[in-house]
């Protein structure tokens, strides 16, 4: 048959046929060359996997370096990846089922949404809650979780806001599962009767189960008061873990002014030996101590007690990297900050490796935002609302005069002159700041909760306010109804309050004749330079978290306006 | 065909079919690591990818680095510090690099748009201007490289940043104070860079009430934790005075060290404290500013309870309540003590509660509230007036 084919086969096809068989042993030859560069390839791929942090899952008989050391070649100094693709990789890829899942965090510092106004930028309370929802309801995982303190803003602790969003966060940590939070430098600061008070309410609260948890911090003088409990043993995926905390020496200083009466903090030293007694009699398969101190201290203690088996830091850096180390047979690590990362610590209680560790970066390509935050978040909301509209209201007790000694006017009573400034600024995004936090985020259209009356937002979207102390001045914005003359970012939160300058130029205006001293000074005094608007003003808004992209060379064509000098010169 | 030939064409056939589908599952497989065909775009000079095709065959670039990352050690706020990081070429073709992403736009590394010829060095720097302090930060950034073995090099400093000059504590958190005599506590101000520096004058948000003195002292007595300033060369003690305003309730002020032979022209100390009465009184849902209790709305069925809790230094007698007025008659009260004997602070639960029953549509506004008068055995708190705000439904 294939002789008699061939032999009738046109000779155009016979050619055609001799080309076939030729590209067939060609893409042979190219495919065989391809494979066998592979083998050849093998090694730099296993490499790569030595670097990834899976493969670094801690053993208890290795002890690794607390960062990876300052490599001497380049075979040790690099990760061979050709793109930054991590975020995209699946959670816990490589983990096999797990007894259960420790997931712990700390210093959320206040973040309660992605770190700062971008959501580009990684955290937020409702990644979060998404990452525990892939872990229990996708993977079907026992999941235990705790956060080390540090839940508030440093700069913002002492503002009763901080109540509020403290009351929110329990919340939102509580029906994450959370079972313990333990005391940091800003829950300290709430001060001890503020805490009491908040762990009161929640003692009773139906369903609420994460206490904080503190082994050598006393409130009130008093250790019936129920809080905070020395340690908790918990159940969690048929194993026991007893996890305790404590406020290391470190940080103590900034809490140092509270009387005795109400704080007593001893050395960690000291009251952890009788609280591990304690724990250890409990038998817990797993022991765990969130230190809140320095990444330095706390690894001491960590040296000092062997007995657990997770020691997390809340000190160290913001951003740590994927770094861990083992400190004998202790997992140390630092929890990273502003709400960021969960840390991950994957029990396989008598296997080879008896824990895996993954720091999770919550990034918005791989976490929703849970629904059941957004509700949480709502009522955060409209809590802040109804107190914001409550004149003699705490959280608008803390209030100061402008240090200048003047008040706001108003853009309006600026365009009274500055006709030309006031038509660019009136054009510019400035002009929607205050209307922005009704509307959100384009990509969030729908699901977007007004942020009108949240003083973390006003004070950058609207005018009279210390931007950084989110504290609005004596006469700084209220609220539409109240003082409209000050919706947006106007003229007068770069240039200062402007009652002075308008009185003295419209005194000038009416009596005529050449400026006072007292002009000239008023003039002075609400110039701003570019070099200081680069420098001082506009960084006090545009910073780091909240406007990521924020290139002063590049923003500042669409606010500049015309100068009195300039229109001057202009004629 | 014959079967020598036949034999020859079925292996040819298995090697390519073979060959295809390792090219085909290689092609996917290798997708995710940029080499597809479209290149790499730069985003304000930020490659996400490495944006070099990969070199196959002929010369290739290898990259040393010998130092991946660096110590900044402290560093005082305002200051930057950067850092040359050498990238040699230890290759036989020349070696390209390009910027990759940088963690949170805190280092800024310039890369040359240049080649590095075989043997050639280039550095890159990488500088960082911390805009808070930090006990520790870690940033780091990707650089691209050509070099088939090493693609990706990342580059890292590390370091702490304190505030030069600095106080410790950073702000004074006062806790609970008396209300009615003149209360002083003290801190520290130090310096590690200025030896003449001096407190000229401090300013006050409220001079009548919060004020402060200073005098040098030894500069070892500055408290040495990790992210304040260390090993100060001059050290001043802040005392503060807060003096009572006739009120009780939280209050919060600040106070402006005026400096000179310094950087710092003055230096801003956030002071908050609450003025605590003889019976100090917290609650969730009560605002010590305007004592008021915030029942919300509830059901006229139901009715309403909310706690507070009362602190109090022990006089001598279990605080009792002798009697209560309700401007509504709708609120009643109760008193538990819940500290044991002895304790250096006494504490008890007050249980306010709206009584089912009420008229639906009952509203008590922060403008129109209800009052709640509490009598004591107290000797220095006989009455107790609270104002409550709710709506029944």
Same mark, same amino acid.
């Given at each position: ?29 190219a ?22 942090p ?8 290795t ?10 070649s ?13 975020k995209?990789?699946p ?19 206040? &973040? ?17 809650s ?6 229990r ?36 940590l509580?029906?994450m ?11 300290l ?42 340690y ?37 030293? *000291?009251a952890l ?50 770094? &861990? ?22 029990f &396989? ?45 705490? *959280?608008r007790? +803390?209030t ?16 009274? #002159?500055h006709?030309s ?28 909760i ?8 006003? #004070? ?18 209220i ?88 229109e001057?010169?202009?004629? | ?20 589908? +390792? ?29 070099? /095709? ?31 990081? *050498? ?17 949170c736009? #805190?280092?800024?590394?310039d ?60 702000v &004074? ?22 030896k ?5 004058s ?5 001079p ?7 005098? /040098? ?26 003096? /009572? ?8 002020g ?7 032979? #310094? ?41 309403k309870?909310?706690?507070l809790?009362? +602190? ?39 249980t ?9 549509g ?12 509490i ?19």
């Amino acid at each position: 048959m294939d002789r008699f084919h061939t032999d009738v086969l046109p000779r155009r096809l016979r050619t055609g046929k001799v080309a076939l068989v030729a590209v067939i042993v060609l893409i042979a030859v190219a495919g065989t060359l391809a494979f066998l560069s592979h083998f050849s390839s093998a090694p730099s791929v296993a490499i790569a996997q030595d670097a990834s942090p899976k493969s670094k899952a801690p053993s208890k008989a290795t002890p690794t370096p607390r960062k990876a050391p300052e490599p001497t070649s380049p075979a040790a100094s690099v990760a061979k990846k050709n793109s930054l693709d991590s975020k995209a990789q699946p959670i816990v890829k490589d983990w096999p089922q797990p007894a259960f899942v420790l997931a712990i965090t700390g210093q959320m510092h206040g &973040y309660i949404e992605p770190c700062g106004c971008s959501p580009r930028q990684s955290g937020g309370l409702a990644r979060r809650s998404d990452l525990f929802r892939q872990l229990r309801e996708d993977k079907k995982w026992p999941v235990l979780a705790v956060e080390t303190g540090g839940t508030l803003n440093y700069e913002r602790v002492t503002r009763h806001q901080s109540v509020l969003k403290f009351n929110m966060i329990l919340d939102a940590l509580n029906g994450m599962g959370y079972r313990g939070l333990g005391l940091g430098t800003e829950e300290l600061q709430l001060t001890p009767i503020k805490l009491f008070s908040v762990y009161s309410e929640r003692n009773v609260q139906e369903g609420f189960d994460m206490p904080f948890v503190a082994a050598n911090v006393v409130l009130l003088g008093s250790t019936d008061l129920g809080t905070p409990q020395a340690y908790r043993i918990l159940d969690i995926g048929g194993k026991k873990v007893a996890v305790t905390s404590i406020f290391g020496n470190e940080f103590k200083n900034e809490v140092s002014l509270i009387s005795k009466d109400e704080l007593t903090i001893a050395d960690p030293a *000291v009251a952890l030996p009788p609280v591990i007694a304690a724990m250890k009699k409990e038998n817990p398969d797993a022991m765990v101590l969130m230190s809140y101190d320095s990444s330095e201290a706390s690894r001491a203690t960590a040296q000092k007690f062997p007995e657990f088996n997770v020691v997390v830091s809340a000190g160290g850096a913001d951003d740590p990297g994927e770094e &861990y180390e083992m400190i004998g047979d202790t997992l140390f690590f630092v929890s990273g900050m502003k709400g960021k990362h969960v840390n991950l610590v994957g029990f &396989y209680p008598g296997e080879k490796t008896p824990m895996r560790f993954e720091r999770v970066e919550l990034d918005q390509d791989r976490f929703k935002r849970d629904p059941a935050i957004r509700k949480l978040m709502q009522e955060y909301q409209d809590r802040l609302k109804e107190e914001w509209l409550t004149p003699g209201s705490e *959280v608008r007790a +803390f209030t100061f005069p402008h240090e200048s000694g003047h008040q706001f006017v108003g853009a309006k009573a600026c365009a009274e #002159c500055h006709a030309s400034a006031y038509e660019v600024w009136e054009g510019s995004n400035h002009a929607n700041a205050t209307a922005s936090l009704l509307d959100g985020r384009p990509e969030e259209k729908g699901e977007w909760i007004d942020r009108t009356y949240d003083p973390e937002c006003l #004070c950058c979207h609207a005018t009279g306010w210390d931007a950084s102390g989110a504290i609005p001045y004596t006469d700084g914005f209220i609220d539409e109804k109240t003082t409209p003359h000050l919706l947006g970012n106007q003229c007068e939160n770069c240039h200062g309050p402007g009652s002075e300058h308008v009185k003295l130029e419209k005194e000038l205006k009416a009596k005529g004749g050449a400026p006072s001293t007292a002009v000239a000074a008023s003039r002075k005094a609400v110039h701003v330079s570019k070099a200081n608007a680069e420098k001082k003003v506009c960084l006090k808004c545009h910073d780091f978290d909240n406007s990521p992209k924020f290139d002063f060379e590049k923003y500042w064509p669409d606010i500049a306006h015309p100068t009195p000098e300039s229109e001057k010169s202009a004629k | 065909m014959n079967m020598k030939s036949m034999l020859g064409a079925f292996l040819a056939l298995v090697l390519a079919v073979g060959g295809t589908a +390792f090219l085909v599952a290689r092609a996917a497989k290798a997708k995710p690591v940029s080499t597809t065909s479209a290149a790499p775009v730069p985003v304000n000079g930020v490659y996400r990818e490495n944006p070099f /095709p990969t070199v196959v065959e002929g010369p290739k670039s290898k990259v040393s680095v010998p130092e991946v990352n660096f110590k900044f050690g402290a560093m005082p706020l305002g200051e930057d510090r950067s850092h040359e990081f *050498v990238f040699k070429n230890e290759g036989d073709g020349p070696l390209k690099l390009a910027k990759g992403p940088l963690m949170c736009k #805190c280092t800024m590394p310039d890369v040359p748009d240049q080649e590095v010829k075989p043997g050639e060095s280039l550095s890159i720097k990488l500088t960082w201007k911390p805009e808070e302090t930090a006990e520790e930060f870690y940033k780091n950034a990707v650089i691209w490289t050509n070099d088939p073995e090493n693609p990706q090099i990342t580059l890292s400093v590390e370091g702490k940043v304190f505030e030069d000059p600095g106080a410790s504590p950073r702000v &004074y958190i006062l806790g609970e104070i008396p209300w009615d005599k003149d209360f002083e506590t003290s801190g520290h101000f130090a310096t590690v860079s200025y030896k003449d520096m001096e407190i000229e004058s401090c300013e006050s948000s409220d001079p009548e009430h919060i004020s402060a003195t200073w005098s /040098p002292e030894d500069a070892s007595n500055f408290p040495q934790v990790e992210g304040a300033l260390q090993s100060p060369i001059k050290s001043f003690a802040v005392n503060v005075k807060i003096a /009572p305003n006739g009120q009780v309730g939280p209050f919060s002020g600040w106070l402006k060290l005026k400096l000179k032979n #310094c950087i710092a022209t003055e230096h801003k100390i956030d002071v908050f404290g609450n003025r605590a009465g003889p019976i100090a009184i917290h609650g969730p849902d009560y605002q010590a500013s305007m004592s008021l209790i915030d029942l919300k709305r509830f059901k006229s069925a139901e009715g309403k309870k909310t706690r507070l809790f009362m +602190f109090l230094a022990p006089f001598g007698e279990e605080l009792k309540i002798t009697e209560v007025v309700s401007k509504s008659n709708l609120l009643s009260a109760t008193l538990a003590k819940k500290s044991q004997d002895g304790a250096e602070k006494e504490r008890y639960e007050l249980t306010i509660e709206a009584k089912p029953g009420a008229v639906v549509g009952t509203v008590f506004s922060v403008n129109a509230p209800d009052d709640l008068m509490i009598k004591t055995n107290h000797p220095k708190v006989p009455e107790i007036l609270f104002k409550a705000k709710y709506i029944v439904q």
